[in-house]
């Protein structure tokens, strides 16, 4: 441990606001999985599995991180938000700015976002947050 937290070097990674015990939830999850992929108990093309989609967000509206990609260690992880909810597309809605983010939080219904890390380059890709939004 270095003591490096990503969330003080992400300039927007607080699009999603932090909730501290579920990040910790992802956070173990993320680990738990990076040791049995370690281990050679997961093969890499399972958790790699980002779909073309999502890489493509993760380079056009994605957050790119100061976290090397911890299975290739070949590029850097981006942050990717989506929004799902009433009147937004069924795949979700890709948020790149942060006043978007406050816009929906405003509208009636219930909405969920998920910041999501990804690796553009091997297509590692986990949910690192999620939380709700809207009013309802
Ligand atoms: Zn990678």
């Excluded at 992929?37 to 790699?48: H, K, P």
């Excluded at 299975?71 to 790149?96: A, D, M």
């Excluded at 998920?114 to 553009?120: D, F, Q, S, T």
């Amino acid at each position: 441990m270095t003591g490096h937290s990503a969330s003080q070097n992400t300039s927007r990674s607080g699009l999603v606001p932090a909730r501290r015990s579920a990040d910790i939830d992802y956070r173990l999850a993320r680990e738990r999985l990076l040791n049995a992929w370690a281990d050679g108990l997961i093969a890499t093309d399972l958790i790699c599995d980002a779909q073309p989609m999502l890489r493509r967000n993760a380079e056009h509206c994605g957050e790119k991180t100061t976290i090397d990609c911890p299975i290739c260690n070949q590029e850097k992880l981006s942050n990717v938000t989506y929004v799902f909810g009433p009147r937004l597309p069924s795949h979700g809605r890709c948020i790149s700015v942060s006043g978007e983010l406050d816009r929906i939080n405003k509208r009636s219904g219930e909405f969920t976002g998920y910041l999501i890390e990804v690796c553009p380059k091997c297509g590692w890709n986990h949910m690192i947050r999620s939380t709700t939004l809207g009013k309802y």
